[in-house]
Protein backbone atom coordinates (compact mmCIF):
# COMPACT_ATOMS: atom_id res chain seq x y z
CA UNK A 1 0.00 0.00 0.00
CA UNK A 2 1.41 3.33 -1.05
CA UNK A 3 1.78 6.14 1.85
CA UNK A 4 -0.79 8.36 0.27
CA UNK A 5 -3.19 5.29 0.43
CA UNK A 6 -2.74 4.79 3.52
CA UNK A 7 -2.60 8.84 4.90
CA UNK A 8 -6.10 9.15 3.46
CA UNK A 9 -7.62 5.99 4.73
CA UNK A 10 -6.21 7.40 8.30
CA UNK A 11 -7.79 10.70 7.55
CA UNK A 12 -11.34 8.95 6.27
CA UNK A 13 -11.31 7.07 9.61
CA UNK A 14 -10.39 9.91 11.48
CA UNK A 15 -13.27 11.65 10.38
CA UNK A 16 -15.85 8.79 10.90
CA UNK A 17 -14.60 8.41 14.62
CA UNK A 18 -15.06 12.29 14.64
CA UNK A 19 -18.59 12.25 13.82
CA UNK A 20 -19.70 9.59 16.17
CA UNK A 21 -19.00 12.35 19.30
CA UNK A 22 -21.58 12.23 22.65
CA UNK A 23 -22.41 15.73 20.58
CA UNK A 24 -23.35 14.53 17.46
CA UNK A 25 -25.49 11.50 19.44
CA UNK A 26 -27.37 14.35 21.04
CA UNK A 27 -25.41 14.37 24.26
CA UNK A 28 -24.16 17.49 24.55
CA UNK A 29 -21.83 17.52 27.17
CA UNK A 30 -19.71 21.16 26.82
CA UNK A 31 -20.85 24.41 25.28
CA UNK A 32 -20.75 27.84 25.12
CA UNK A 33 -23.44 30.81 24.79
CA UNK A 34 -24.82 34.04 26.41
CA UNK A 35 -26.41 34.20 29.69
CA UNK A 36 -29.96 34.75 29.59
CA UNK A 37 -31.30 35.05 32.86
CA UNK A 38 -29.51 33.80 36.23
CA UNK A 39 -31.53 32.62 39.80
CA UNK A 40 -29.48 31.62 42.32
CA UNK A 41 -32.06 31.07 45.05
CA UNK A 42 -33.08 27.61 42.73
CA UNK A 43 -29.65 27.68 41.68
CA UNK A 44 -30.80 27.91 37.38
CA UNK A 45 -29.04 29.47 34.43
CA UNK A 46 -30.15 30.04 31.31
CA UNK A 47 -27.91 30.03 28.73
CA UNK A 48 -29.00 30.94 24.97
CA UNK A 49 -32.68 30.40 26.59
CA UNK A 50 -32.31 26.90 27.90
CA UNK A 51 -32.11 26.52 31.48
CA UNK A 52 -29.44 24.18 33.06
CA UNK A 53 -29.01 23.59 36.86
CA UNK A 54 -26.04 24.09 38.88
CA UNK A 55 -24.30 21.94 40.53
CA UNK A 56 -23.51 22.03 43.88
CA UNK A 57 -19.74 21.32 43.66
CA UNK A 58 -19.36 23.65 40.73
CA UNK A 59 -16.49 24.91 39.50
CA UNK A 60 -15.77 27.95 38.47
CA UNK A 61 -12.83 29.86 36.19
CA UNK A 62 -13.03 33.39 35.29
CA UNK A 63 -11.51 34.87 32.14
CA UNK A 64 -7.83 36.15 33.83
CA UNK A 65 -7.91 32.65 35.60
CA UNK A 66 -9.42 34.21 38.93
CA UNK A 67 -12.62 32.09 40.45
CA UNK A 68 -15.41 34.85 40.29
CA UNK A 69 -18.14 33.33 41.66
CA UNK A 70 -21.68 32.95 40.85
CA UNK A 71 -22.98 36.11 41.90
CA UNK A 72 -20.28 37.92 39.54
CA UNK A 73 -21.97 36.88 36.29
CA UNK A 74 -24.73 39.28 34.45
CA UNK A 75 -26.80 38.91 31.55
CA UNK A 76 -25.23 38.53 28.17
CA UNK A 77 -21.72 37.35 29.46
CA UNK A 78 -20.16 35.49 27.36
CA UNK A 79 -19.63 31.80 29.09
CA UNK A 80 -18.69 27.64 28.22
CA UNK A 81 -20.04 25.00 30.26
CA UNK A 82 -19.41 21.57 30.36
CA UNK A 83 -22.41 19.25 31.47
CA UNK A 84 -22.29 16.34 34.49
CA UNK A 85 -22.66 13.31 32.76
CA UNK A 86 -23.18 11.44 35.94
CA UNK A 87 -26.50 13.87 37.00
CA UNK A 88 -29.64 11.61 37.74
CA UNK A 89 -32.66 12.04 36.09
CA UNK A 90 -30.50 12.96 32.59
CA UNK A 91 -30.92 16.71 33.95
CA UNK A 92 -28.62 19.34 32.89
CA UNK A 93 -26.35 20.22 35.22
CA UNK A 94 -23.43 22.70 35.06
CA UNK A 95 -20.49 20.93 36.27
CA UNK A 96 -17.80 23.57 35.17
CA UNK A 97 -17.88 27.63 34.55
CA UNK A 98 -16.03 29.98 32.43
CA UNK A 99 -17.10 33.33 32.23
CA UNK A 100 -15.79 35.15 30.05
CA UNK A 101 -16.09 38.57 31.24
CA UNK A 102 -14.86 39.14 35.01
Do not use: H
Request: aromatic share 12%.
Amino acid sequence: MKKTTFYLLCIFMFLCLATISPAMAGKLLKGEGFVTAINLDQKIISIDGREFYISSDIKLYGFTGTNPGLSQLKKGSTVFYSLDPNAPNKKKVIRELWNQQD
